[in-house]
């Protein structure tokens, strides 16, 4: 049967695909770690006890980017090149989603307005990433070896989303309301196609891999094809909304350590 369940435990038993779903997710993470660190250090006066927060959700990231190298260490396996066209985060940045890299990699100081663009980017991608890992956490968390690295992520990624919803209102009380929702908007519907387009990759590189049928294939990308509809049509509107989190000051304090993957 052809089920989400199914097709991620089928994706993890292959050594192979295994290799390439941990490389492309440890790739990301990083790549995320990298981006928050520099906003942090590049932090406006104005908004200067952010930083923490910002650094530590970098922290948050580089984390999870060593667990998934963790667990390839632990089926010896050795990172695999990701291929450019499964690369989200760089996807994201070359259709200008969030903070270009070129800007981060400089020393001048960010504006209150590039602080609301990468809060409404992390809004919307922390989004998907909260999503996604409570999906492989319902599924894997009683798993041997990917349980207690996936519920950690998981309960990460939902602080992350409830961090990003406190400060956006924040700056939405002092008026950047308008900016704000524009913004996120944008942000959204760029993820969403590209969240397709990677998911098309993906899929495509682990059908070959795992020599899937051209009919299953066709099913699986007639599937993704179908999220994507349902987002462009409506689905967004989930990725824009602000709300109180339940959790408050949610990266107001250290990080919580890494899970023993031996």
């Known amino acids: ?73 632990k089926r010896g396996l050795q990172p695999a090149a990701v291929p450019h066209e499964t690369d989200y985060t760089m996807l994201l940045e070359k259709y200008g989603i969030g903070l270009a890299h070129e800007q981060l990699r400089g020393e001048e100081r960010l504006s209150e307005r590039d602080i609301i663009t990468y809060l409404a980017h992390s809004r919307v991608t922390e989004q998907r990433a909260s999503e996604q890992m409570a999906l492989l956490r319902r599924y894997f968390a009683d798993h041997p070896d990917l349980g207690r690295a996936v519920s950690m992520i998981s309960n990460d990624e939902d602080n992350h989303l409830a961090y990003c919803h406190e400060e956006l209102l924040r700056f939405a009380r002092a008026g950047h309301g308008r900016t704000i929702q524009r913004i996120l908007r944008e942000c959204a519907l760029a993820e969403i196609r590209v969240y397709r387009d990677v998911s098309l990759a993906v899929m495509d590189h682990m059908g070959r891999i795992l020599g899937w049928s051209r009919a299953r294939s066709a099913v699986l990308a007639a599937g993704i094809h179908g999220v994507h509809a349902y987002e462009r049509l409506i689905g967004w509107r989930r990725m824009v909304s602000l709300a109180p989190p339940a959790r408050r000051d949610a990266l107001g304090g250290p990080a919580a350590p890494e899970p023993g993957i031996a």
């Open 1 to 73: 049967m052809l089920s989400a369940r199914n097709l991620f435990q089928e994706i993890l038993d292959d050594d192979e695909s295994f290799r390439l779903f941990c490389s492309i997710a440890a790739g990301g993470e990083a790549q995320g770690g990298w981006e928050n660190g520099r906003i942090a250090a590049l932090v406006p006066e104005s908004q200067r006890a952010l930083a923490p927060k910002i650094a530590r959700h970098g922290a948050d990231e580089d984390k999870h980017g060593r667990i998934f190298n963790a667990l390839l260490r």
